[in-house]
């Protein structure tokens, strides 16, 4: 049976069993969610068990669990390692959602829900195209799965565990669907994937909120300092201004930006989307360069001091915001952390008191267009689309991708099904059911290809 | 018998009245609390029929009711007008109270309540006072009592109101309490009272939360956007930079600073009582000048994107702030408004939108003293401390009382009895028995000298 007849025939099987997946809202930075993490990862094993794996195992980390699975064919096969995460964003502002995030409804051609996209519906494809494969006695590739519940926190503990079961999940290639392509009819290959250090500050002045007037202006707000303090982040220019910041940066060549700038970008279009008049940035690059091989800088968010209703008139003792930064090939992660620890506390006045936590990290990732594994997933877009994929660089991070490659010594190979109009992340994410099933399509290709490249 | 006896007397009997009020949540600024303004007022018109008066009423505004009532002895009499407020400021953050707010107690000889001091406990003295002078046939002044339920969302509708009841609440000077002695063993009058003006800033920039990581660089943040901009409303002089900000602000002379210097002060022990390492403000001025006859500018709230448990990795779309800034006589608060307003949104860029809404303000206030009713005040003050009273600026704000000077033609005088450690506004609000009883004792002596002022 063709690939498509089968989806065709599976169609709605497939979908009852994504939301099953979707109704568990595996929260990962949440604690109060933390058995649902526990329903994830058994949802997990029991779909991997049904599509014919040899073995799933629920497996235990420092943190929440990951679920490992194997259908071993041929010891002379190429292995692919799947790897997906069944953790989901916060939903809030809740709001703002026009129908539950966790209760996955069809719209309009697209799965409405937290993790239509991010990465439910993209790491399910996986699951299908392999059961496809099997179940059509068509697969000339072992699999091996890891899903994990940690992606959204920074995967702290799944390094260790990689440490841990090096030969369990030894493989030639690693593939991920949890990227996006630049349109639907313009399939692309995520070559790169920024770094990411994000922190938790918080400032704290008078030992309790205090009446602002009877002492406004003799004693420094933490929200006001901790305002300027952010404020001084960033120059004019768009320069991040932590000393050092940029030492690492790998500077991309002219002839490179010139190919970047061939991939189609409408800026018109891309304002509108998201409903800005302007775009701002560092100085000298291009909207795609300031996200693709640019680092960048965004408090994502803060708070202090009276929320509530109407006016109340405090200079409140304490400000918190968390920050985070995108970074590029070739700048470590843990040094930009410490680099920015250090710049905070040196430009904090000594009548507050400045704590800043690390909450994760990444580093940036880069994959060759020349390897195996690039080639087989070119040629599966190619029968998919009809058009060769672009290979783009992203801004978003998966940390992970890079720790696997220092660990296990694997590549990734990023095909990505998702849109940039799925807000993932945000209120309402959505995945288009035709993004879903022609992810499908491809994932089953992008096998056959690689048995080829691999005789 | 003598008022120290009545007060031994009758020292449960006031306590167990004032808790009754204390009781009532009477949160102006919540609409959740709409019907305890009611409850208030209705429990203070029992209160003053009850102490005497020959008529209460509560009487609507446009805003949340006021309590009105009156005892005319003598038309040769002279007539103070108490005011005071039923309203409090809300509680929260609640989990920092070591007992409920609205249920009052007495520990280490305090009475522990939101609305202790500000401003249950201080205006409460006022009806004990009166009740006394007149069961014991010592009054010699006609009195009136205004009671309002909005002085801490900014007395919006009561200038209105002391428009349309110009008659009704006539009189030769206002009584007040509801500002602070330097320590209980200096007794003080507020002489100037800072003016007040209060904004919300909301920030927008794209039209819902984005994954920093695709569009981080390359779209306006607005939290770092507002927080650059906050940033830049203060120089490293401690200077507010909004441009004519200063130019109205009356300047103290040298002698009269030299002055204000001799009224005691420990800054070290100031410091420690808020639990900080250092004072920061304007350069040039001490601490006590900083907040007595200088302006301040600080931000009494902040909010936007993520402020949950863990590390959510987004650009927010909005971000928002409650501004404010204490004022000093001649600057004109709808001026300044005005002003913050025109210069925040020409430091905006335009890759966000920025509104800004002016939630309440009021005009700086100062009271000669030479004035009768102040040389009332110092001697009842000399009566009950053994010590003349020094007059001072606070840095608070009382916006009504400019407005009464404006409306009604008439003085007021600051008779406050408030402690720095009250922590009014704040969690753990709290008001010293010694204070409550000796303001009763000197309110009522307050009364004999004036009317003697007056003969």
Redesign the interface.
């Known amino acids: 049976m063709e690939i498509k007849q089968y989806i065709e025939e599976n169609r709605d099987r497939f979908l009852e069993e994504l939301f099953e997946l979707i109704r568990i809202p595996s929260i ?4 109060a969610h933390k058995e649902d993490m526990y329903r994830a990862a058994e949802k997990w094993k029991e779909l991997l068990l049904n599509a014919g794996v040899d073995r799933a195992e629920v497996m235990e980390t420092t943190g929440h669990p990951v679920v490992f699975a194997e259908k071993i064919l041929d010891k002379q096969f190429p292995t692919v390692l799947v790897y997906g995460h069944m953790d989901v ?2 939903a ?1 502002p809740l709001d ?1 959602w026009e129908t539950d995030p966790f209760e996955p409804v069809v719209r309009d051609g697209k799965i409405w829900a937290r993790g239509a996209d991010d990465d439910k519906g993209q790491s399910f494809m996986h699951l299908k195209a392999f059961e496809y494969l099997l179940k059509n006695n068509q697969l000339r590739c072992n699999v091996k799965f890891l899903i994990e519940g940690e992606e ?3 995967s702290e503990h799944l390094p260790e565990f990689c440490e841990k079961h090096k030969e369990l999940l030894k493989g030639d290639v690693i593939l991920v669907s949890d990227t ?1 392509m630049l349109a639907p009819n313009v399939p692309s290959i995520t070559t790169g994937l ?1 770094g ?1 250090a ?1 922190w ?1 500050v918080e400032v704290t ?17 933490p ?2 300092v ?9 120059d004019d220019n768009g320069h991040i201004t932590i000393p050092g910041f940029y030492d690492d940066v790998l500077e991309v060549s002219h002839e490179e930006r010139a190919l970047m700038a061939e991939a189609p970008f409408d800026e018109e279009e891309y304002k509108k989307a ?9 100085k000298g690059f291009t ?2 360069e ?2 693709g091989i ?23 003792s304490k ?4 920050l ?1 930064s ?1 970074l590029v090939p070739n700048q470590d992660y843990n040094k930009i952390a410490q680099q920015f620890i250090d710049f905070f506390q040196s430009i904090a ?5 400045v704590k800043v936590n690390t ?2 990290g990444g580093q940036a990732y880069v994959c060759p267009i020349d390897m195996p594994a690039y080639r087989a997933a070119e040629k599966a877009f190619l029968q998919t689309y009809g058009k060769r994929p672009v290979p783009v660089r ?4 998966i940390p992970i991708i890079s720790a696997f490659e220092q660990i296990l010594g694997m590549k990734s190979i990023l095909m990505g099904f998702g849109l ?1 109009s799925d ?6 994410e959505n995945y288009p059911l035709e993004q879903f099933f022609k992810g499908i399509e491809t994932i089953s290709y992008f096998y056959e290809y690689f048995a080829q490249e691999n005789k």
């Open positions: 990962s930075s949440e604690t964003m916060p809030d703002l959204e926190i920074g996006s920024r990411l994000y938790q002045g008078p030992n309790r909120d205090l009446h602002s007037g009877i002492y406004g202006g003799a004693v420094a707000n929200v006001n901790l305002a300027q303090m952010i404020g001084s982040l960033i998201i409903g800005v008049k302007e775009l701002q940035g560092e909207t795609p300031r996200t640019r680092p960048s800088f965004d408090v994502c968010g803060i708070w202090g001091g009276y929320t509530g209703e109407g006016a109340k008139t405090i200079l409140p400000a918190y915001a968390k985070s995108r006045p000594k009548a507050v008191e909450l994760h992203s801004g978003g991070s940039n807000a993932i992340h945000s209120p309402n």
